[in-house]
């Protein structure tokens, strides 16, 4: 039996790009407020949908636990999470109705909770805990145990006896790491994710995290979590982490789950001298900003077994780059690119196309963008605009009934960008086959200059009359490409 039973929406066979990948990882915001209940000493157990069917497993969880509270508690940490995708709360919903029916409340947490708390009280949710939550979950908790209604805990949502959501409206106090444990990992099976992975990939990789929010503003970037905030952990606490990923749990990898990894250079290489003073090197993955790839920073992050940093670049035109508010020159991408390689570290993009403003003059500069530098792996989305951001306020008079992807293979654009669904979907498909070519990863359907025959193809044909503009309207107007030239023609064959 367990006082309570923590779980989360997401579930990897819900989610086909995301097999296809097979980098399961366990729901790390999950365990971190499951190790500070265990600190209040409160009984807990885990129900980790990520590997495990939702339904009927879920619910012989409940029969096995016996809880009196059920806490949907979503993996902050985790991009996925963050996209709010209607499948992950459909799973939601779901667990909220078997869980009432058992007899239990429910807590939910998590960024789409926070963006539509009236939808998740509707489907019978007692409580939304909004924003950084692990220790007010803590309160919340042991005062529901009491069989009480604590209305009063910071961040909270409810509905009042005449069904209207009330918010609780005081400032929401934010835990700082040394109030944090380790997540509470020995309350999951990881031997799941150890034979996927080593199945997949000959491998095991588990996540950690060194900081947490992104105190930088692009205007695309939804933050319901923690806004504008910043948080880093001590460098010796991260390092011995790291560590015991490798000599407690026999990982071979770390993925670093920070929205924005050594922002602070000094941070970075405090990190390199604890982990060549332990002596446990674990290779690892980050995403960053080309912008802090310094070569101090670099040097830091091969020293500490840095082997992949995946850069959000998104475009390779400046004007769409300053439309997003990114703060970001595109030559800061190609002089990241050629240290991270002089150093031995991996180089990954992530792209976004569609952004109000883009057009064919601004495609072909991320394209370029990409030859010229020779990414070793790239990340290919949309431009997806999430409520609470300045790019969803421009653009929600467009939104239809669909405003939230299904999963993350999804890349409906749901408002008026440039060109059609085909063409961005075509795009991403040869963006991604021409730098797997470069690793001489094989294209098991069309060859590359197929797949940008059918790009070219498609831009005339595909470009909506009436597309969003940027704010500034002299940025990306009037052009689009002409009729497919002899010059695109010739790259398309020769690539």
Known sequence: MADVLLTHSY???????????????PPLGTLYAAAILRQRGISVAVFDTMLKEPSSLFVEALKEHQPAVVVIYED???????????RMRQVAFEMIEASRAY?????????DATDQAPLYLQAGAEFVLQGESEIRLGDLVASMLLGRTPTEVPGLAWHDTSGAVMHHASPVEQANWMQLSTPARDLIDL????????????????????SRGCPYRCNWCAKPISGDRFHLRPARLVAQELCELRTRFGADHAWFGDDVFALDHRWAAELADEVERIGVRVPFKVQSRADLMTVSTVDALRRAGCAEVWMGVESGSQKVLDAMEKGLKVEAVSRARKMLGEAGIQACYFLQLGYPGELWDEIQQTIALVRRTRPDDIGVSVSYPLPNTRFYEQVRDQLGAKRNWRDSDDLCVTFTAAYKNEFY?????ALHAEVDS??????????VAELWQRVYELEPNSRNVRPTE???????????????SADDLRIAREV
């Open 11 to 25: 579930h990897l066979s819900y989610d086909p790009k995301q097999v296809r990948k097979m980098q399961p990882y």
């Open 470 to 484: 940027l704010p500034d309207a002299s940025i990306g107007k009037g052009r689009y490409a002409p009729l497919i």
């Open 191 to 210: 031997k799941p994710y150890r034979e996927a992975w080593c199945e997949a990939h000959g491998f095991w990789s588990l996540n950690i995290v060194a």
């Open 103 to 111: 007899g239990a409340r429910v807590v939910v947490h998590g960024s």
């Open 425 to 429: 979907l075509a795009l991403r498909d």
């Open 438 to 447: 470069w690793s001489a990863k094989p294209n098991p359907t069309k060859s």
């Open 76 to 86: 902050d940490f985790n991009f996925l999470t963050k996209m709010c995708l209607t």
